[in-house]
């Protein structure tokens, strides 16, 4: 069973318009983080979101965590051709054996121009 | 650029070759993973350190031995690695764990 369930897992849209991809837990997170990965390099992070109903603003790209902190969603307005990549989210519990990140599935992002 | 420094970035390897991948870091970070990648999948957690000491093993097989020689410093020496193994290996730190990562660019190994 995945822990964290993103959707959709692929999205090819055209420039300028807008998206949203989803993350979402039956599980309480102490963070949420958010990378995009482009191919041929590691995940870069984006935002960290920690508090429930925090939203966070990036240039277009807005963040917001859901009050149970269960869940968190990613809006990207008018799309270009340089958000393409791959959207991870990850979050952080504290488990025995220490606290570690888990993350979703990922959501390949394609901006057509 | 990435403040994670991982060497090589390529690697070719036959399963009966040893090898070492290497990462390095300098922000003061006292966490450091090592994780594996399939193509279009999420990094899959395998080893923690913090503070120079392996905290988490993921049960990852002995052929994958990891190593922290000092705080800026983490190594993953390969032996008698099968094909598919064949992977991108990231390393990531971050302040301390449960902080946010920082990621390398990778190792894309290749287990022929």
């Known amino acids: 069973t995945q822990l964290l369930e993103q959707s959709p897992q692929f999205l090819s849209i055209q420039e300028g318009e807008n998206l949203t991809v989803y993350c979402n837990s039956s599980s309480v997170f102490s963070s949420l983080q958010w990378y995009r990965q482009e191919p041929g390099e590691g995940p870069v992070l984006l935002v960290t979101?920690?508090?429930?109903?925090e939203v966070k603003k990036l240039k277009r790209l807005t963040f917001q965590f859901g009050d149970a902190r269960k869940d968190s969603s990613l809006h990207i307005t008018a799309a270009q051709p340089g958000d393409t990549g791959l959207y991870l989210c990850a979050g952080a519990r504290e488990e025995t054996s220490g606290s570690r990140l888990t993350f979703g599935e990922g959501t390949q992002l394609t901006v057509n121009p | 650029d990435t403040e994670v420094t991982q060497t090589p970035k390529h690697l070719v390897m036959g399963m009966t070759n040893k090898k070492s991948l290497k990462c390095e870091q300098h922000m003061g970070h006292r966490a450091m993973y090592w994780y594996k990648q399939k193509a279009k999948k999420p990094p899959e957690l395998m080893f923690v350190y913090s503070y120079e000491k392996l905290s988490i093993n993921e049960s990852v097989p002995s052929r994958f031995s990891p190593e922290c020689p000092n705080s800026s410093l983490l190594n993953l020496h390969l032996h008698a690695l099968q094909p598919e193994d064949s992977a991108l290996y990231l390393c990531?730190?971050?302040?301390?764990?449960?902080?946010?990562?920082?990621f390398g660019d990778g190792t894309r190994l290749s287990i022929l």
């Open positions: 979101v920690v508090t429930g109903g």
């Open positions: 990531a730190s971050s302040q301390s764990i449960g902080q946010p990562q920082h």
